[in-house]
């Protein structure tokens, strides 16, 4: 079981910018594929990006390509959101998440996924 704790989530501008880190601890040595999910209040749980194993492939959701970006450290057992060009909309509480070790690809999938982190706020101001 992997234990994953998001960080860097807060208050910004609209057209500001965040980066959120997720770490990973525990027994088992790596993660498989990453994700980044995002619940508003009153709204379901909707994938944000996803990046595989090895960090070569990624994919984001239609209303944050060209403005996030996701990527990894695997020596140091970490993933990353930076946000760009944040919107009001963007606004909602961000969860990282990972897949088995061997769940190498990208999912978009909030099923496909064994860990999850207890979630970061991210609060865009107009």
């Known amino acids: 079981q992997v234990q994953l704790v998001e960080s860097g989530g807060g208050l910004v501008q609209a057209g500001g910018s965040l980066r959120l880190s997720c770490a990973a601890s525990?027994?088992?040595?790596?993660?498989?594929?990453m994700g980044w999910f995002r619940q508003a209040p009153g709204k379901e749980r909707e994938f944000v990006a996803t990046?595989?194993?090895?960090?070569?492939?990624?994919d984001y959701a239609n209303s944050v390509k060209g403005r996030f970006t996701i990527s990894r450290d695997n020596a140091k057992r970490a993933a990353y959101l930076q946000m760009n060009s944040l919107k009001p909309e963007d606004t909602a509480v961000y969860y990282c998440a990972a897949r088995a070790p061997y769940n190498i690809n990208t999912s978009y999938y909030s099923s496909n996924y064994d860990s999850w982190g207890q979630g970061t706020q991210v609060t865009v101001s107009s």
């Open positions: 990046i595989s194993r090895s960090g070569g492939s990624t």
């Open positions: 525990g027994r088992t040595f790596s993660t498989g594929a």
